[in-house]
């Protein structure tokens, strides 16, 4: 049973750093590409960042130079830090893992809320 299970949301100031983790079980970690997205109501899920298994990094161009996405394929786990955080990060933050190779493996976690408010 695939599991993807995300801590670390909470309540943070304007310019201010969260950092949220997403720990996967019942995968082959390093056959996937594991990513951060975020939903707020009424609109679409969006990328944040994305990971290889190799370590290769992608960004949406609003969290650049401000978001870290990492990952620790001993641990099946993957961080997000966030930093300088806007009003505007605001979301539901979900973890994703996408197989490399069998695009119809596609799995999410329960998602974790971030708000940022002062």
């Known amino acids: 049973q695939v599991q993807l299970v995300e801590s670390g949301g909470g309540l943070v100031q304007p310019g201010g750093s969260l950092r949220v983790s997403c720990t996967a079980s019942?995968?082959?970690?390093?056959?996937?590409?594991m990513g951060w997205f975020r939903q707020t109501p009424g609109k679409q899920r969006e990328l944040v960042a994305t990971v290889t298994s190799g370590g290769t990094t992608n960004y949406a161009d609003s969290v650049k130079g401000r978001f870290i996405i990492s990952r620790d394929n001993a641990k099946n786990t993957i961080d997000l830090q966030m930093n300088s955080l806007k009003a505007k990060d605001t979301a539901v933050y979900y973890c994703?893992?996408?197989?490399?190779?069998?695009?119809?493996?596609?799995?999410w976690g329960q998602g974790t809320q971030v708000t940022v408010s002062a």
């Open positions: 994703n893992a996408h197989h490399i190779i069998l695009e119809k493996l596609n799995h």
């Open positions: 019942g995968i082959t970690f390093s056959r996937y590409t």
